[in-house]
């Protein structure tokens, strides 16, 4: 049995509704079930001590839309990639940006920086005066680094 | 010397990031045999400026600016978008009148969008001549806009709590007479596209779309409706003042490029029907809420959390702003619509033809300011 609770709705009177970590794919098969079949935007938001990701559904049918949230202390959140093929950018965008590990994702890598980027810059104690440098090297791949003269 | 067989089939090729034909810095990493191709990666990031942080440390105000950068030639609507959001979150109603000069703004910034796309799209086509004519119309919308905010491109416009300035006569004199000659000149320009026969059979069944490809891989705007879906976010939840008047939501069956680019035209006269309409209706009244003036303004703080969606040229626009109760947001997470349309490009960009690659991606409607933030 899923545990979905319920919470008040917010200030876009959307409806909220909250799963453990472990329940996220049970209850994610079920939104989908009931008519969700468009996965609007997932985003992971920086708690300090937490991770919480939050998933927008929407059902283009009845043109409803709920919030779905669920949290994480160890940077892990089950993928949903075999629920919505539009997961899987967002999911990419979220590793890249929040640092997030979606567990079972077929090609979990940076999307918008290049690889090799240290850091994942939405995070709260990301260090903002690190500069670092984008190169390129010779098959045209970028990959960033602290020095400005290395690279091809 | 001895020449090998060579042992694979396939080439790798990179088409971009500065092709001619890929609007900005989108790579296409294809694998190719012969000219069909086989599997097309799009590979993005060029343009990314992490808009996201950025707003994270500026106050709610001062975040607009960002927000007009991301799809450059759509500004109006995407200030709209985030007021949509900012203003729920913040608790500030702008007044009614603000209200409507947002929704004339918004839809004659859709208007200019629409062309540029029109006009990029025929010199892809190898027709060099529409992009003129589009470039004319859309200079008399520039003209508008600048007469309004003083800035062609990069608006800044509207502002928490209403507009920067009033409508003058001068304006609205000027969207009249713009919405006099418009739809004489746009009948023009859409001939020289649908008459011409390259356009057509270089459009016409390409870029097959289904509508379940579509929702999965969450496509929205012209390219869902293009694949047969009546979804209209000015429709399934109204924003500003699209509750109050009459338009009509163009549908193509043929989800192919050519339906593509007949909703865009379409929209276009929708948009016309919809500035005039508020061009009547509009109200004499304040254009700025008192509660957010310029003294006030980074005073404002934001608690809980609000996603706001609009309908911006290219599909939903959407703005999530978690707040935590101080005079600058937390978390603001945006969800571009060509970003996810973009992604759907590997499914439709499969077993075509390079050239059809191209008429398909151009298709999409991208600016890269959107896509990578």
């Known amino acids: 049995m899923v545990d979905i609770i319920e919470e008040p709705v917010g200030k876009d009177k959307r409806k909220i509704f909250r799963v453990k970590k472990e329940d996220l794919i049970a209850a994610m098969k079920s939104f989908f079930e009931q008519g969700f079949d468009h996965l609007s935007l997932i985003t992971g938001i920086d708690r300090r001590d937490k991770i919480e990701v939050v998933y927008h559904l929407h059902s283009v049918e009845r043109n409803e839309y709920i919030v779905v949230k669920t949290e994480t202390i160890n940077d892990t959140v089950p993928s949903v990639t075999s629920i919505w093929q539009s997961a899987d950018w967002d999911e990419r965008e979220q590793y890249d940006l929040m640092g997030i590990i979606f567990e079972g994702h077929p090609n979990l890598k940076r999307i918008l920086l290049p690889e090799g980027w240290s850091g994942f810059p939405l995070r709260k104690n990301y260090d903002l005066s690190k500069v670092q440098f984008v190169n390129m090297d010779e098959s045209g791949n970028d990959y960033a680094s602290f020095d400005p003269g290395d690279g091809w | ?373």
């Open chain 2, 1 to 373: 010397m001895e020449i090998s067989e060579p042992t694979n089939k396939y080439v790798e090729l990179n088409m971009g990031p500065q092709h001619p034909s890929t609007h900005g810095v989108l790579r296409l990493k294809l694998l190719l045999d012969g000219e069909t191709v086989k599997k097309v990666e799009p590979i993005i990031g060029y343009l990314h400026r992490n808009a996201e942080k950025i707003c994270e440390l500026d106050y709610y105000c001062d975040s607009l600016i960002y927000f007009d950068r991301m799809d450059y030639v759509n500004s109006l609507s995407m200030e709209a978008g985030y007021l949509e959001a900012a203003e729920k979150l913040l608790g500030i109603e702008p007044p009614e009148r603000a209200k409507w000069i947002r929704t004339i703004m918004a839809e004659l910034s859709r208007i200019a969008s629409h062309l540029v796309w029109a006009g990029a799209y025929g010199l892809d086509m190898g027709m060099l001549t529409p992009f003129f004519y589009v470039f004319d119309l859309r200079e008399k919308l520039l003209d508008i806009f600048t007469e309004a905010s003083g800035s062609r491109l990069l608006t800044n416009y509207m502002s928490i709590g209403g507009v920067y300035q009033d409508f003058n006569e001068k304006i609205i004199f000027m969207i009249r007479e713009f919405l006099e000659t418009f739809p004489k000149k746009l009948e023009e320009v859409f001939n020289l596209f649908v008459k011409n026969d390259i356009f057509i059979s270089r459009t016409k069944g390409i870029g097959i779309l289904e509508k379940d490809v579509a929702i999965s891989y969450g496509v929205t705007g012209p390219m869902l409706r293009g694949s047969g879906v009546e979804y209209d976010v000015r429709k399934a939840e109204p924003y500003l003042m699209y509750d109050k008047v009459n338009f009509d939501i163009p549908v193509s069956y043929s989800k192919d490029c050519l339906g593509r680019f007949l909703v865009r035209y379409e929209e276009m006269r929708q948009s016309l029907k919809i500035v005039r309409q508020a061009l009547d209706k509009i109200p004499e009244g304040p254009y700025f809420n008192p509660k957010a003036k310029k003294s006030l303004m980074i005073r404002l703080r934001g608690d809980g959390e609000v996603y706001a969606r609009t309908e911006s040229s290219k599909g939903e626009f959407g703005v999530y702003i978690v707040g935590d109760g101080s005079v600058k947001p937390y978390r603001v997470r945006v969800r571009s619509p060509t970003f996810k349309n973009l992604s759907v490009l590997r499914e439709i960009g499969k077993d075509v033809m390079i050239a059809d690659l191209v008429a398909i991606s151009g298709s999409i409607d991208l600016v890269f300011g959107e896509v990578d933030r």
